[in-house]
Every structure is written in C-alpha cells, then in structure tokens.
C-alpha cells in the first residue's frame, strides 16, 4: 500500500513523494475491518461456547442434583455425626474423637466384626477372581451359543445381591435344604445345618459370593480378545506348552485387568451386607456379622448414630489404604502395553 508524504524540492516547493508504510490509510482501514471481522467471529465463538456450557449443564443437572442431594450433603452430615453424642432422640452434641477412641479401645464387637470381614475378603476375592477368568477362557473359544452363555454367567451378578436370591439360598443350606438332604443320601449325617454351624456358616456366605463372578468374567473376557493372536502363535511355533503360554502370555498381558478387578472386587467385599442380613443376620455367635452389618446394628437397632457414622467412616479409611497401597504397589507386577507402569 503507499500514501503520499510531504517533501521539500531543490526549489525549496513543497512536493510529494510517494512512499509504502503499513500506517497509510488503506492500511489503516483495512486492519480495522479485519479486527471488527476477528471480534465478531470471538463474539460468536463466545455465544456459542456459552450455549454449549447451558446445555451441558442442563443435562449434568439431575446427576449433579443427585450428587449433591443424596452424596455429598450425606458425606458431609455423616462426618459431623461422627464427632456428636447423637441417638436419632437428643440433639447432637460435640464430643470430639471419643466416638473413634470408642471403636478402638473399647469395642470388642468392631473387633469381631472387622476379624469376620477381613477373613471374608481374603477368601472371596482370589476365589472369584481365579474363577471368572477360568470360564473367562472357556467362553474365550469359539463355541455355539457363545452370547446365550454369556448372558447365563452374568445372570448371577445382576440378581445375586439381591433379598430373594438370599432368601432361596437360605432354604438351600437350610436345615430342610437340598444341600443336608444331599448330604443325608451319601450317609453324611449332620447335627446342624451349614449354615447354623459357626465354623461352615461364614463359608456359605462366601460361596455365595463366589458365584457372583459374571462382572468380572465379562471383563476379563474383553482383556482377553485384546491380547494379539500372533502372540500364541509364536509361542506355538516354538513348542510352548498351554500352562507356560498362560504363565508367558496371558498372565501378563492381563495384570491391568487383574488389577481394575481386584480392587473393583476389595471394595465390593469390605460392603458386604445383604447376605449376612438376611441369610444369617450375622450369626451363629457373630461368625457372620460383616462390618456393614455391624454398622446398621448400631444405628438402626441401639439408634446410636453419632458411633455409627464413626463406624462408617473407619472403613472409609481402611478401603482407601488399601486401595493406595495396591496402587502404590502395581509398578511392581502390572504390566502395561506401552511400557508405561
């Protein structure tokens, strides 16, 4: 672009010499006319930024109402109970950390809960685990009627938890149940049912958890159609024998999935509570009484609030160490695809 600067001539007149500079006028316009363009299209951008942000707002709002609602207000009362004297009848009323000196010095029932539980996590999860991935394998293979299968396992997982599947499991271990009437046909007599026996009872309730593996099969059984076929075939080129290519191949391309489930399935055994509810209501002589169990007892039966909602958030405590331990710990046997640990 050029414009036109005033010089002074030989003649000592006033000339014009013409020059190019980004500051003459065409420039000038047209570097407005740009920007006001630029500020339009910013200013559409925005108001559709922002039409963007009302929507999805409006479509997070009832999961966030719910959130707040039913979550996060109840998290909140429930760590202030915790630290009050409450009964469901007085108002609550301070009393610092002599709620959790309760559980820990005192409590000798916390004790046999938290014993009952532990024990109940450290046999179910490893014996639901190993069992969904062996018919994870099985279902792996190219079987007709492979989808009906599927659906058949899981079957167990959506209704398991559940109050009447609890219920037909209690008439099975009952006293009059299939199991004793089985047992009585092969001459194995039995003083009491497996269930009003303490040292068998709390081994019903875990088979029973057991038999709930469809949700970790489907998982695994996704791992497995990720893990590369040429990886086998390379291992059977070479001679490799099954348990060595699972040992070699499958263990490890697995350990990701080992560990979501694992910690999926931890947390999901420390909340046990509707077996123990209403096949045993924690007996005989509290050898079932899960920690869940426990807690309910304590606010819903002795209305003891205020030590419920501590009893609560101890086991919030004891999930989240182990989960940051198991996290901490997974460089150390978990491997993933991108080398990435």
């Known amino acids: 672009m050029r414009f036109w600067n005033a010089t002074t001539n030989k003649e000592g007149r006033e000339g014009a010499q013409e020059t190019d500079s980004p500051f003459s006028y065409e420039n000038q316009v047209t570097m407005q006319i740009k920007q006001k363009g630029e500020n339009e299209v910013k200013g559409k951008m925005k108001t559709y930024k922002r039409q963007d942000n009302i929507a999805g707002y409006l479509m997070l709002a009832p999961w966030l109402f719910g959130f707040i609602l039913m979550w996060l207000l109840p998290m909140l009362v429930s ?34 809960a938290i014993t009952v539980t532990f024990s109940y996590v450290l046999f179910l999860v490893p014996l639901r685990l190993a069992f969904a991935l062996f018919v994870a394998m099985i279902l792996n293979k190219n079987h007709k009627g492979l989808g ?25 271990f009952g006293n009059k149940g299939v199991v004793m009437s089985l047992l009585a046909a092969f001459g194995i007599t039995q003083k009491m049912s497996l269930l009003g026996n303490p040292k068998t009872a709390l081994g019903v309730i875990i088979l029973m958890g057991v038999w709930q593996f469809g949700s970790s099969m489907l998982i695994f059984l ?16 070479d001679g490799a024998k099954p348990w060595k290519t699972f040992a070699s191949i499958t263990l490890p391309m697995l350990t990701p999935t080992i560990f979501f489930n694992l910690i999926l399935q931890i947390i999901n055994g420390f909340r046990v509570f509707t077996e123990s509810y209403v096949i045993t209501d924690g007996g005989p002589l509290d050898s079932t009484l ?6 309910y007892r304590r606010a819903f039966t002795y209305f003891d609030m205020g ?35």
């Open 222 to 237: 996704a791992a497995l159609k990720q893990i590369p076929t040429s990886l086998y075939e390379s291992a059977m080129v």
């Open 148 to 172: 009906l299968y599927r659906t058949l396992y899981y079957v167990p997982s959506i209704i398991g938890g559940s109050i009447a599947v609890s219920i037909v499991w209690k008439q099975i």
């Open 307 to 341: 030590y419920s909602c501590a009893l609560a958030w101890v086991l919030v405590l004891i999930i989240g160490v182990f989960t940051v331990v198991l996290f901490k710990t997974q460089n150390n046997w978990v491997h993933y695809e991108s080398g990435e640990e």
């Open 290 to 295: 899960s920690y869940v169990l426990y807690l």
């Open 79 to 112: 760590i202030y109970y915790s630290f009050t004297d409450f009964n469901l009848l007085n108002t609550p009323s301070l009393i610092g950390w002599e709620n959790y000196i309760r559980i820990f010095t005192q409590d000798k029932t916390f004790i046999k």
